[in-house]
């Protein structure tokens, strides 16, 4: 059997998502900012040192037992006091994916100000507003608009990434989830109206994986496209593939 989650009552939608877009006014910080070539540091390969010359010994010729590395047949004939064990499956994943925070998906002059200028809230009164109300749905449908049409952070395509937050199934087939939105809070979509696309990825797996609780947090893994999902829930403007996840600790 599919499932969906249903949505919102859109009255209900709309005192929130006015309340929220009110309460952005004294919201944001100027100190939010994205390292703009977080991408190229990511995936940067480790500096590697040269080898250094073999010393001239006492007569000026080189060592001729030095080789390449520079070191003598005795030096290379010590054995190593102790082996460096290899990396656990779990250890090795942490260090291929890098950690971001949702404040690492807005851009760094990102302002949510400026979401609640972009509605004239003055020509709606929202204080008599019924569900049957068309200018209720209009309204609804300008919030979403707004919520739909803001910036990403270009440079975080094609990272490899991993991302905490609370899972909003899209489709569920009995107790198993493929896709999903991943966003910053509890409720997000479902009993509160959806975050701006660029607080919402959405997260395509490998293979389903059994899911039940709404409440618990995940770390998402996977490689990140900047690309936008628009769904009866909301519209994410990242998307995660061949994606995994785990319980966050």
């Known amino acids: 059997m599919t499932m969906t989650p249903p949505p919102i009552k ?13 309460w952005t006014v004294g919201c944001g910080s100027e100190s939010d900012t994205v390292d703009s070539d977080i991408q190229a540091k990511a995936n940067q390969p480790a500096a590697v040192a040269e080898p250094s010359p073999a010393e001239p010994d006492s007569t000026g010729e080189l060592a001729s037992d030095a080789g390449a590395s520079g070191l003598s047949s005795e030096e290379l004939a010590i054995e190593p006091d102790a082996t460096i064990e290899p990396l656990d499956e779990e250890a090795a994943a942490d260090q291929a994916f890098r950690e971001l925070t949702w404040d690492d998906l807005l851009p760094a002059d990102f302002d949510f100000k400026t979401l609640r200028d972009k509605i ?49 199934p ?18 997000a979509c479902i009993h509160s109206p959806p ?16 899911f039940d609780n709404l409440y618990e947090p995940y770390w998402a893994r996977g490689t990140l496209e900047v690309t936008q999902t ?11 593939v061949s994606a995994n996840i785990q319980p966050y600790e």
Do not use: W
């Not at 859109?10 to 877009?21: D, E, F, N, R, S």
């Not at 569920?172 to 493929?178: C, I, L, N, R, S």
């Not at 696309?197 to 293979?207: G, K, M, S």
């Open 10 to 22: 859109p009255l209900g939608m709309i005192l929130v998502l006015t309340g929220v877009l009110f």
């Open 195 to 210: 975050p701006p696309a660029n607080q919402i990825v959405h997260v395509v797996l490998d293979e389903a994986v059994a």
């Open 230 to 240: 628009e769904t009866h829930l909301g519209t994410a403007g990242y998307r995660m």
């Open 170 to 187: 899209l489709e569920m087939e009995a107790d198993a989830v493929k896709e999903f939105f991943l966003v910053p809070y509890f409720g």
């Open 120 to 168: 004239d809230l003055e020509s709606y009164d929202i204080g008599s507003l019924t569900d049957e109300d068309p200018e209720a749905q209009r309204l609804y449908d300008d919030l979403q608009s707004v919520m739909s049409d803001v910036p990403m952070v270009v440079a975080l395509d094609g990272l490899d990434a991993q991302v905490p937050g609370f899972l909003v």
